[in-house]
């Protein structure tokens, strides 16, 4: 079964707008991480958070973590049509081996 | 670095036919990933391999799949035989795995196979 389940699934934004992604997971967790996929290309790493730590910046993605609440959300700023991608939260569960579990993804279309 | 290298980028094939898939990690990487992503299951580890040696299988569908790594460049997924229900990209990744916790994977880009 899905370790994290994202939210919402589909999202659709003008370019320059702002886009969020929320991230729910079920266990405790040494980190989280977010990647991207391009339609038919591989997954990219884009941003990785531990579980001590409740926010982290990279360029125009911000990402916070609420292990209380077991959720996370991916905040892209300034969006542009580049960022048209799924976009997918991992979590590595706390005791459960060197392994990422991934969520189910948000597909975000950013359009002109 | 290259990165990931996956072997064959598509593969079409009939039910009863053996498949396989091929990886080259990362040099250096001591972990490698095998998923498989569908539409209705979304992306599932299927095993793993550190420094060659399979850690964690238990996402392996069943019997008529088995991977290997004979090395620390290579490592294959194999299918025997193939059923219309294997359908699907087969990702390989890796990690260099350098902390306590589980660090960035490096995902190659993908084999789509499609069983008919």
């Known amino acids: 079964s899905q370790q994290g389940e994202e939210d919402p699934q589909a999202l659709s934004i003008q370019e320059g707008e702002n886009a969020t992604m929320n991230c729910s997971y079920k266990?405790?967790?040494?980190?989280l991480q977010w990647y991207r996929q391009n339609s038919g290309r591989g997954l990219v790493h884009l941003i990785l958070i531990r579980s001590n730590e409740r926010e982290k910046h990279s360029g125009r993605l911000r990402v916070t973590l609420d292990t209380s609440k077991k959720s996370s959300s991916l905040l892209i700023t300034a969006s542009r049509a580049a960022d048209t991608a799924s976009y997918f939260c991992?979590?590595?569960?706390w005791g459960g081996g060197n392994k990422l579990t991934f969520g189910t993804g948000t597909q975000l279309k950013v359009e002109l | 670095d290259a990165g990931v290298i996956q072997s064959p980028r598509h593969e079409v094939t009939e039910m009863g036919q053996e498949v396989t898939l091929r990886c080259k990690p990362i040099s250096g990487h001591d972990y490698l990933f095998w998923y498989r992503q569908t539409m209705m299951r979304g992306l599932e580890l299927l095993i793993y391999?550190?420094?060659?040696?399979?850690?964690?299988d238990s996402g392996m569908p069943e019997d008529r799949f088995s991977a290997k790594m004979p090395n620390a460049s290579f490592s294959t997924l194999k299918i025997q035989p193939s059923e219309p229900r294997d359908s699907a990209v087969y990702f390989c990744a890796s990690s260099p795995m350098t902390g306590v916790d589980t660090g960035e994977l490096f995902f190659g880009e993908g084999s789509r196979l499609t069983v008919l």
């Open positions: 991992a979590t590595d569960a």
């Open positions: 266990t405790s967790i040494n980190n």
């Open positions: 391999f550190n420094n060659n040696v399979p850690i964690d």
